[in-house]
């Protein structure tokens, strides 16, 4: 009968998110585990056994257990936030089925590898101040990955999926090297911009920064900073408890006591979360620093992206030479690669039937907005608002938001009208350097960088680690260029 019927084997990815749900209870119960261990050793065997019962010394005894506390509490508040947050990092909305609709039939072998084309949708599943959609579980099995038929899509013989608007309602965007928002074909929606796709987890995160076993969970933008602020805290714990340990250690040495093996234990512990916690903490604070996530991090100084700028109507690109290539080599000269690829007018193919011969083109549509498709220099963080603002759009606002694991970061706020995320100074020596703006002092800065990250750079011909691999490409934005320049 039914009892008799087998079950299908598992996936690969069925497999890892098992391994991940098993490692999200096993690893937090073992670190809560030996915390509850360090508290016994510090508490119970220095404190009240060895200082107060033993020493008399009950001021230092109290003093010690006082101090412990003192010091696991906001590690521990810290870390029930940071639990608290793990099942929502800031998951964006799958796509719905009938997204499907325009794109090509899954290809025979999926790209699951490729995390750069992900999927997008301001509609942000944490719970919180995005929306109030519940998150949904982790894809049950293994995930048909699809490719949007790009060229289908830009010659308006397909609509595009649902979605666009939410990109070209802003001014600045990540796209692809069409302009079009970046696609996830896992999750069947377009990519907000700096989302990762997660292929443990089945789902594209914003801001994703990495799996964290030690919370069982993903680190995203939610819980970046509570993460940021739970390493600090268990790094300063760690420290203390070591250093309590290292001076009764060595006092009970002078003084000929036997040392027990817990003791031994307990500053091993110290000593060994002092170095992890205290490099995490290091680690991701340096990256926010820098507004970057570890996976952002990951090839950085050679990594290029594509953004669509919108483009004033009453304003009219610069003339100046331009190679018939879109990018322009100079290797040794003044001049810098050409940011500008071409153009897109959004919204896409707004005709209900491409066909219909009575609708008119969406070009000469007045709500029409043009975007320039802007290849960034290697090594640009669009976001990149200097160190401490980038440090302020993590941490909080107000210096008591860098301690309290109360509030999420402000980045989370995506109400901003300009792109989804605060854009800092790089994006505007772009479009200097694309002859969208004009200002000789960002001009000068621009070149200035652009040399430095041309030192960074080992191979300059096939850098495009963001654009995706449709080759017709060039065609559309071309045409699209030279449409524009002759206005
Ligand atoms: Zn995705």
Same mark, same amino acid.
């Given at each position: 009968?039914?009892?008799?019927?087998?079950?299908?084997?598992?996936?690969?990815?069925?497999?890892?998110?098992?391994?991940?749900?098993?490692?999200?209870?096993?690893?937090?119960?073992?670190?809560?585990?030996?915390?509850?261990?360090?508290?016994?050793?510090?508490?119970?065997?220095?404190?009240?056994?060895?200082?107060?019962?033993?020493?008399?010394?009950?001021?230092?005894?109290?003093?010690?257990?006082?101090?412990?506390?003192?010091?696991?509490?906001?590690?521990?508040?810290?870390?029930?936030?940071?639990?608290?947050?793990?099942?929502?990092?800031?998951?964006?909305?799958?796509? %719905?089925?009938?997204?499907?609709?325009?794109?090509?039939?899954?290809?025979?072998?999926?790209?699951?590898?490729?995390?750069?084309?992900?999927?997008?949708?301001?509609?942000?599943?944490?719970?919180?101040?995005?929306?109030?959609?519940?998150?949904?579980?982790?894809?049950?099995?293994?995930?048909?990955?699809?490719?949007?038929?790009?060229?289908?899509?830009? %010659?308006?013989?397909?609509?595009?999926?649902?979605?666009?608007?939410?990109?070209?309602?802003?001014?600045?965007?990540?796209?692809?090297?069409?302009?079009?928002?970046?696609?996830?074909?896992?999750?069947?929606?377009?990519?907000?911009?700096?989302?990762?796709?997660? %292929?443990?987890?089945?789902?594209?995160?914003?801001?994703?920064?990495?799996?964290?076993?030690?919370?069982?969970?993903?680190?995203?933008?939610?819980?970046?900073?509570?993460?940021?602020?739970?390493?600090?805290?268990?790094?300063?714990?760690?420290?203390?408890?070591?250093?309590?340990?290292?001076?009764?250690?060595?006092?009970?040495?002078?003084?000929?006591?036997?040392?027990?093996?817990?003791?031994?234990?307990?500053?091993?512990?110290?000593?060994?979360?002092?170095?992890?916690?205290?490099?995490?903490?290091?680690?991701?604070?340096?990256?926010?620093?820098?507004?970057?996530?570890?996976?952002?991090?990951?090839?950085?100084?050679?990594?290029?992206?594509?953004?669509?700028?919108?483009?004033?109507?009453?304003?009219?690109?610069?003339?100046?030479?331009?190679?018939?290539?879109?990018?322009?080599?100079?290797?040794?000269?003044?001049?810098?690669?050409?940011?500008?690829?071409?153009?897109?007018?959004?919204?896409?193919?707004?005709?209900?039937?491409?066909?219909?011969?009575?609708?008119?083109?969406?070009?000469?549509?007045?709500?029409?907005?043009?975007?320039?498709?802007?290849?960034?220099?290697?090594?640009?963080?669009?976001?990149?608002?200097?160190?401490?603002?980038?440090?302020?759009?993590?941490?909080?606002?107000?210096?008591?938001?860098?301690?309290?694991?109360?509030?999420?970061?402000?980045?989370?706020?995506?109400?901003?009208?300009?792109?989804?995320?605060?854009?800092?100074?790089?994006?505007?020596?772009?479009?200097?350097?694309?002859?969208?703006?004009?200002?000789?002092?960002?001009?000068?800065?621009?070149?200035?960088?652009?040399?430095?990250?041309?030192?960074?750079?080992?191979?300059?011909?096939?850098?495009?680690?963001?654009?995706?691999?449709?080759?017709?490409?060039?065609?559309?934005?071309?045409?699209?260029?030279? %449409?524009?320049?002759?206005?």
């Amino acid at each position: 009968m039914s009892q008799c019927q087998q079950r299908p084997p598992k996936s690969q990815l069925e497999n890892r998110q098992a391994a991940n749900r098993t490692t999200a209870v096993i690893v937090p119960a073992l670190l809560i585990g030996i915390v509850g261990y360090a508290t016994w050793i510090v508490v119970v065997l220095i404190g009240a056994n060895y200082l107060i019962k033993h020493q008399s010394r009950n001021g230092a005894g109290i003093a010690v257990i006082v101090l412990y506390f003192i010091f696991l509490f906001p590690m521990a508040a810290s870390y029930l936030r940071l639990l608290m947050t793990v099942p929502h990092p800031g998951y964006v909305e799958r796509g %719905s089925p009938t997204a499907a609709t325009p794109v090509k039939p899954p290809q025979e072998t999926p790209p699951q590898h490729n995390v750069q084309a992900s999927c997008t949708s301001t509609k942000v599943q944490d719970g919180t101040n995005q929306n109030n959609t519940k998150p949904r579980p982790a894809a049950p099995q293994e995930p048909s990955v699809t490719v949007l038929d790009t060229k289908a899509i830009l %010659s308006g013989e397909l609509p595009p999926p649902p979605g666009t608007e939410c990109f070209y309602s802003k001014e600045v965007f990540a796209c692809d090297q069409n302009g079009l928002p970046i696609w996830c074909g896992t999750c069947n929606n377009w990519k907000p911009d700096r989302s990762h796709h997660g %292929s443990d987890l089945g789902r594209c995160v914003l801001k994703m920064d990495h799996f964290c076993p030690w919370v069982g969970g993903v680190v995203g933008e939610q819980n970046f900073n509570f993460f940021i602020q739970f390493c600090s805290y268990a790094g300063v714990y760690a420290l203390f408890v070591m250093i309590v340990m290292a001076v009764f250690i060595s006092e009970a040495r002078s003084r000929g006591n036997p040392l027990g093996g817990n003791w031994i234990a307990g500053i091993t512990l110290g000593a060994v979360f002092t170095l992890f916690a205290g490099g995490m903490s290091l680690t991701s604070i340096s990256l926010g620093l820098k507004n970057l996530t570890t996976i952002d991090n990951i090839g950085h100084q050679r990594r290029v992206m594509h953004i669509a700028v919108l483009i004033d109507p009453m304003q009219q690109r610069q003339p100046r030479p331009m190679s018939t290539d879109h990018v322009k080599h100079t290797h040794g000269s003044e001049e810098s690669e050409d940011p500008w690829q071409g153009t897109i007018t959004y919204p896409l193919n707004a005709m209900p039937d491409a066909s219909s011969e009575t609708t008119l083109p969406p070009r000469t549509s007045s709500a029409s907005r043009t975007f320039a498709i802007l290849r960034t220099h290697p090594g640009m963080n669009p976001w990149n608002l200097g160190a401490f603002r980038n440090f302020e759009s993590i941490m909080g606002d107000h210096w008591y938001d860098w301690f309290l694991p109360l509030r999420h970061s402000p980045c989370c706020n995506h109400d901003r009208g300009d792109s989804m995320y605060e854009l800092g100074p790089d994006v505007e020596r772009l479009k200097v350097d694309a002859g969208l703006s004009s200002s000789s002092k960002s001009r000068a800065s621009s070149r200035r960088r652009h040399r430095k990250h041309r030192h960074h750079r080992e191979d300059s011909e096939d850098m495009d680690i963001m654009g995706s691999t449709l080759a017709n490409v060039n065609g559309v934005t071309g045409r699209e260029r030279n %449409s524009f320049e002759s206005v």
